[in-house]
């Protein structure tokens, strides 16, 4: 009896014992795991560890990380506190065999490989009497001209144009791009095109008076293309961005360098995201090429736009060049970017 109930007992802890070293070995009684500071950067990817949680990245795995305009930590950003490389007429191109009021030389794989991630772009009919919603095309010149349509200079496929550029967004890691339209067309118009080109649901929605959201909250959304245009905001296109009342603008095309100025063209000048103009006319009232040189030179540049951000107290959105390949428009704009305040010490030449 004696022995039977010895045995018992030994059954029991040893019982006992196996279930405790069980539940040591799968950790039930092993300590919890700290949560992760919220503020650190477990990963060193450049985000912090709550941003990326709060976006369902993981923390712990640098390779689950997220690049904005070629850095991790640019995600953080407000789309208005990022400066981006801007060509003025974007299409309008010797590559895009436009042979008058060029201003520029290469067309839009060479200036998206240079690092320009925001086009002003001119949207005209292909002629007066050719005004269906396939007709749209980039043109640049003043339709209401008593001699000649724009288009009869030269014209671009706008089509073809923005649907490479959909092309070139689907390819790169993380980029943000910017679109300001001079438009002569009806709204409806735009639309097909922007749907055609497959662009329209890339499009941000922006509200007058409202936050710009960070980068990387526009590329994990999808919605990582910012339209603005010269016509006022319409609620029929809410992506269609009135460009006067969501930013604001230098003055631009002046005759002489030393009438460049740090003031407000178009625009109130309140709101965040701001363009700095930096081009010259020549005596024809056309892009200047000899002098683009000059004013795209990088000290020159970056001497302006910190000039202009102190004036303003905030960083340029924008900065918008003729004849983009001479100068350096794109380093400046890396300088900038490398610089959370006018004030801090000009990192060294990219």
Known sequence: MFATLTEQYMRQALFALLVASSLILSG???EPEKPLDPEADEDQDGLP???EMERGLDPKNESDTLICQGQSRFCLRAYDNHTFAET???FSTVEDEVWMAVNHYTALQSQWDGGIRAFMIDIHHLSKED???EDVRFCHGDPDSTLFHPCIYSEVDAFAWLSQLGSLMNNSSGDVVTLLIENYVPGEHVEYLFNVSGMLERTWVHE???EWPALGDMV???KNLVVFWDYSDDERWPWLHHAWSHSWDTPYGEDDESEMSCTVGR??????AWHLNNWLSSSFGFADPVRAESVNEYEKLLARAIECWEVFDDRPTFIAVDFWEDGEVVNVTRTLNEMDHWSD???PHP
């Not at 625009?267 to 965040?272: A, L, V, Y």
């Open 88 to 90: 003025h007429n974007s």
């Open 131 to 133: 005004t269906a919603k």
């Open 49 to 51: 560890n709550g941003w």
């Open 220 to 222: 994990l959304a999808g």
């Open 267 to 272: 625009g109130s000048g309140e709101s965040e």
């Open 345 to 347: 010490e000009v990192p």
């Open 208 to 210: 007058v008076g409202e």
């Open 28 to 30: 039930c009684l092993s």
